[in-house]
């Protein structure tokens, strides 16, 4: 166990919907980076947080967006849902902007109807 | 399009064995790490190599990096059924940000 943890396990939306996914990272950690994982694919870097700032942004349209809060956990908000953001979403935390190692929480997927 | 490119893409073998997998990138890196996932969960960092080095053991893992021609491989000996998982390698090329191919998926038969 890393100690990042991730809420909700899973989540079933439908098209067009809203969602919230939230993350805990380790203690001691102030850098938290989302990721998309698609089944059968490797996870794709959507952005990261940095002592409450974005520090980074993979190729992911505006309506994925996300907040860090002073106590370092995240949020990953996805706007108007596609099928396509049907996937497991992970976040992982480090500690500070160019850390090599990241820890992983286990996921939350996401289900799109 | 992934940074990193795992082959084979699915591995079977007995338990006993040992498992090699690899991993191509296409640009620069400053480290390349190798991860493990279970069943879709979250993954776990196994081991990293940074640029400036050739080869690396962790318990039964060696891993050996070849930036000349952008590659790496991942061997674990006398594999065991837990083993089974998918493993990723991932380069980071800007601080923090990792780019993960699409995985090797391996199969340790009792």
């Known amino acids: 166990e890393t100690g990042v943890t991730q809420s909700p396990t899973h989540l079933i939306k439908t098209r067009g919907q809203q969602v919230t996914l939230r993350c805990s990272s380790q203690s001691g950690h102030n850098t938290v980076s989302w990721y998309q994982q698609a089944l059968g694919q490797g996870p794709q870097f959507i952005f990261q947080y940095y002592r409450e700032e974005e520090n980074g942004r993979g190729n992911f349209p505006p309506r994925f967006s996300g907040l860090q809060f002073p106590n370092y956990s995240s949020e990953l908000n996805v706007n108007a849902l596609e099928l396509d953001d049907s996937a497991l979403y992970l976040c992982?935390?480090?500690f500070g902007r160019g850390a090599e190692t990241q820890y992983f929480g286990p996921g939350t997927r996401l289900l799109v109807l | 399009s992934q940074q990193g490119e795992e082959d084979p893409q699915a591995l079977s073998i007995q338990e006993g064995e040992n498992a090699t997998m690899n991993c191509s990138y296409k640009?620069?890196?400053?480290?390349l790490q190798w991860y493990r996932q279970n069943s879709g969960r979250g993954l776990v960092h196994l081991i990293l190599?940074?640029?400036?080095?050739r080869e690396k053991h962790s318990g039964r893992l060696r891993v050996t990096l070849d930036t000349s021609k952008k590659s790496s491989s991942l061997l674990i000996t006398a594999s065991r059924a837990a083993d089974t998982a998918s493993y990723f390698c991932?380069?980071?090329?800007?601080?923090?940000?990792?780019?993960f191919g699409d995985g090797t998926t391996l199969t340790v038969k009792p």
């Open positions: 190599i940074r640029s400036n080095e």
């Open positions: 640009t620069s890196i400053n480290n």
């Open positions: 992982a935390s480090s």
């Open positions: 991932a380069t980071v090329a800007n601080a923090g940000k990792s780019t």
